[in-house]
C-alpha cells in the first residue's frame, strides 16, 4: 500500500514520530515539516517510487493523504 511505504520514507528521512503519521495528519501542524524539510521529503519519495514529483506540487501537500494522492498520481 502506498500509504506504507511514504510512512517509511517519512521516518528514515525526516525522523516523524511514526504514531503521527496518518493520513489526516497536517504536514506543518501535526508533523512539524517545514519548507526544506518537504523538498527532502519529495526528493527521498522519487527515488523511492520512481517517480518525478513537479515542484508545483509541493504547496498542495498539506496532509499526508495528499502526499500519498500526489504520489500516486505520478506513478
Known sequence: MTF???KEVM???LSCDED???P????AEDLKIDSLDAVEL???LEDEFG?????TE???MKLV???VACVEKYQ
Open 4 to 6: 506504507d511505504r511514504v
Open 11 to 13: 521516518i528514515d528521512t
Open 20 to 22: 503521527k503519521i496518518t
Open 24 to 27: 489526516e495528519a497536517s504536514i
Open 42 to 44: 519529495v526528493m527521498a
Open 51 to 55: 517517480v518525478k514529483i513537479p515542484d
Open 58 to 60: 509541493l504547496p498542495n
Open 65 to 67: 493523504s495528499d502526499v
